[in-house]
């Protein structure tokens, strides 16, 4: 029997260069570590030339578990361009609080791969490998700054979380399993179109743990009491990867599971998700106002944004699914930008995250000042900026769906979450005496990605039509 | 009495039970994980009884194999930040490694 591995490609070869710079860690020396970096890139670089070339094919891999289409290469792209931007902003974190550097690049990698797989997986059951790749990959990676206390407790509070959220899922699956006799995404289609099933306790129990376990990784209200101490504690450049990466992976993972395949189940759940879309973006928005850390803040922002993007899953459908891929792609550049801004303000021991840091930083640093002004308005959702383009297609689509409420209850969340974004560029520009930050000769990567971030963030406002023909198409490619 | 699928299905669903009132108990990082695990063991009863009574195939003891290979490493990773925690607290019980505050 023939196997196609085509659809591996981009995934094989991230695992690759993982395992080509943990073998190379061991043979050079410490002042030479930064042909890491190179190896990494080019490999993630080499992984994104291979799935532009695949663009376009529709394939599937191991009986159709691993699936090749244009929504498995949208997200396989944003992962890749993550873990870059990821290791581009932890080259000097990691060399100032001596984070073994292969260790920390090749999981990063092996997270990536995780998350590929995830949405490329056709069978609950390699989503659920996926998941734990990524999982096991970031618990690393969250405690990997050894010394600092809090990053330990981070990662020990992420992984008890984490494992727990991964028992609910597998449990679920389980079910699923038991009332449709498969865990591939297709044949559990079927199943629920033959029968009628749908109707079945087991059933119902599985999609609700796996519902549950997926609102974990997501982290929607009321399961996201974990999120501002693990994102607080762990390596500023890991929690960035956490807050883009690992949601995108999940949210891609739940758009193939319930916007696709079960999707004759819509019904039953569009009223706890749209209670989940709205508890977690009021909650996340008010939590966020009251912290005086900016860190702690853009944790709980993280949140109030998975509502956001929790809209387009209950909206649905195809403006839904374009909504939330775009949204996905906005929401990537402005949040790697505001943590690459706190990673620049970083200066030894002293992490700087408060929001009285940040006081003077425009008149001090003035790109720095400059892109977090950028990235805290796009947050915000001010036009012509990628947040503003992609909170309107989101609410546009909730409106498309007949949830008018959902609209305009998220209009006023963004309303709400302006008095937190605005503070900081209040401190940067009203206020004096706050942090220094690292000026561009002691961080060229680190202002590299933030460059990169600046101009996703224009450029997703101001031209956003290809970026949507590109959702839109990415989305269709699941029919 | 013929031992049947539900007879499975409730000792997997006590097993979960079990699972989830521990880790919810539970102060000590070790217990949670062991909580954490009688979950995962849990859903490998229903993998293996599904397998042998309804779907038909075997696809649910491999299923029970590829969890079991993962509860390994996950278990490997837990412990591993425990020790760290250890290390910087001298204690492993969750609600005194409380230094993350608002």
């Given at each position: 029997?023939?196997t ?10 991230v695992v690759?260069?993982?395992l ?12 030479e570590?930064?042909?890491l ?8 670089a080499l992984?994104g030339?291979m799935?532009?070339f695949?663009w376009g094919?529709h ?6 578990s691993?699936?090749l289409?244009?929504?498995a ?11 870059a ?7 000097h974190y990691?060399r100032e ?5 292969g260790?920390?690049y090749?999981l990063v ?5 995780g998350m590929i797989?995830m ?5 609950l059951i390699?989503?659920?490998l ?7 990959g970031?618990y ?11 990053a330990?407790?981070?990662?020990m ?5 984490g494992?727990f959220?991964?028992?609910?899922l597998l449990?679920?699956?389980a ?5 449709a ?8 289609a079927s199943a629920?179109?033959q029968?009628?099933?749908h ?5 119902s129990?599985g999609?609700f743990l796996?519902?549950v ?5 997501v982290a929607?209200v009321?399961f996201h009491?974990?999120v501002?101490d693990v994102y ?7 929690s960035?990867?956490m807050?883009?990466?690992v949601k ?6 739940w758009?193939r ?8 189940l819509?019904?039953?759940w569009?009223?706890p ?5 709205i508890l977690?973006m009021?909650v996340?928005?008010l ?6 850390s ?5 944790a709980?922002s ?12 209950v909206a649905?459908?195809?403006s ?10 906005s929401?990537?550049a ?10 620049a303000?970083k ?22 000042g400059m ?8 947050l915000?959702g001010?036009?012509?900026l ?6 309107f ?6 409106v498309?769906a007949g ?5 305009i ?15 900081v560029i ?7 005496g ?11 990567y ?8 600046v101009?996703?963030t224009?450029y ?6 290809p970026?949507l ?6 989305f269709?490619?699941?029919? | ?5 539900t007879h499975?299905?409730?000792?997997g669903a006590?097993l979960?039970?079990l699972?989830?009132?521990?880790v ?6 070790i217990?949670v ?13 229903n993998?293996?009884?599904f397998?042998h009574?309804?779907s ?10 590829f969890?079991?290979?993962l509860?390994?490493?996950e ?9 760290a925690i250890f290390?910087?607290?001298h204690?492993?019980d ?7 505050k608002?």
């Amino acid at each position: 029997m023939e196997t196609n591995l085509a659809p591996l490609l981009p995934s094989a070869e991230v695992v690759l260069t993982a395992l080509s710079v943990l073998l190379l860690d061991l043979f050079i020396r410490k002042d030479e570590k930064g042909l890491l970096v190179w190896i990494s890139l080019i490999g993630l670089a080499l992984a994104g030339g291979m799935a532009l070339f695949l663009w376009g094919s529709h394939e599937g891999a191991f009986q159709d578990s691993i699936l090749l289409d244009d929504f498995a290469l949208f997200f396989t792209e944003l992962f890749l361009g993550a873990a870059a931007i990821t290791i581009l902003s932890s080259v000097h974190y990691v060399r100032e609080t001596n984070i073994h550097e292969g260790e920390f690049y090749a999981l990063v990698l092996l997270s990536t791969f995780g998350m590929i797989l995830m949405a490329a997986a056709n069978d609950l059951i390699l989503f659920f490998l996926g998941l734990e790749t990524m999982s096991i990959g970031v618990y690393i990676l969250t405690g990997m700054w050894r010394e600092r206390s809090q990053a330990s407790e981070a990662a020990m509070k992420y992984f008890l979380i984490g494992a727990f959220a991964t028992g609910f899922l597998l449990y679920g699956i389980a079910l699923i399993y038991g009332a449709a006799g498969s865990t591939h995404l297709g044949r559990i289609a079927s199943a629920l179109g033959q029968t009628k099933s749908h109707g079945s306790i087991i059933l119902s129990a599985g999609v609700f743990l796996l519902f549950v376990g997926l609102a974990f990784k997501v982290a929607a209200v009321p399961f996201h009491f974990w999120v501002p101490d693990v994102y607080d504690g762990a390596p500023t450049p890991v929690s960035a990867f956490m807050a883009v990466a690992v949601k995108a992976a999940a949210f891609a993972g739940w758009a193939r599971i319930f916007l696709y395949q079960l999707s004759p189940l819509q019904s039953e759940w569009t009223l706890p998700l749209k209670a989940l879309a709205i508890l977690t973006m009021t909650v996340g928005n008010l939590l966020a106002i009251s912290q005086s850390s900016v860190k702690r803040m853009l944790a709980y922002s993280s949140i109030a944004h998975a509502g956001y993007l929790l809209i387009a899953l209950v909206a649905g459908g195809e403006s839904g699914g374009q909504a939330l891929l775009f949204y996905l792609l906005s929401y990537a550049a402005m949040t790697f930008g505001a943590f690459g801004v706190l990673i620049a303000l970083k200066e030894g021991e002293n992490d700087h995250e408060a929001y009285s840091d940040f006081a003077g930083l425009g008149f001090k640093r003035p790109f720095l000042g400059m892109a977090m002004s950028l990235f805290m308005l796009s947050l915000a959702g001010f036009p012509p900026l990628a947040g503003f383009t992609g909170k309107f297609y989101l609410f546009r689509s909730a409106v498309v769906a007949g949830h008018i409420d959902l609209a305009i209850i998220g209009a006023l969340n963004s309303l709400l979450s302006v008095v937190y974004y605005l503070r900081v560029i209040v401190m940067m520009y009203m206020e004096e005496g706050g942090a220094e930050g690292k000026p561009f000769a002691r961080a060229p990567y680190l202002y590299l990605a933030i460059a990169i971030a600046v101009l996703g963030t224009v450029y997703l406002g101001v031209l956003p039509a290809p970026a949507l023909d590109l959702s839109r198409i990415s989305f269709i490619s699941l029919h | 009495m013929a031992i049947g699928l539900t007879h499975y299905l409730v000792l997997g669903a006590i097993l979960f039970s079990l699972g989830l009132y521990t880790v919810l108990t539970r102060r000590n990082a070790i217990s949670v994980l062991m909580g954490v695990e009688l979950i995962l063991n849990s859903a490998n009863i229903n993998y293996v009884a599904f397998s042998h009574f309804s779907s038909g195939n075997v696809d649910g003891q491999i299923y029970a194999i590829f969890v079991i290979m993962l509860a390994a490493a996950e278990a490997a990773v837990g412990l591993a930040i425990v020790l760290a925690i250890f290390q910087l607290f001298h204690t492993i019980d969750v609600g005194a490694v409380e230094t993350l505050k608002e």
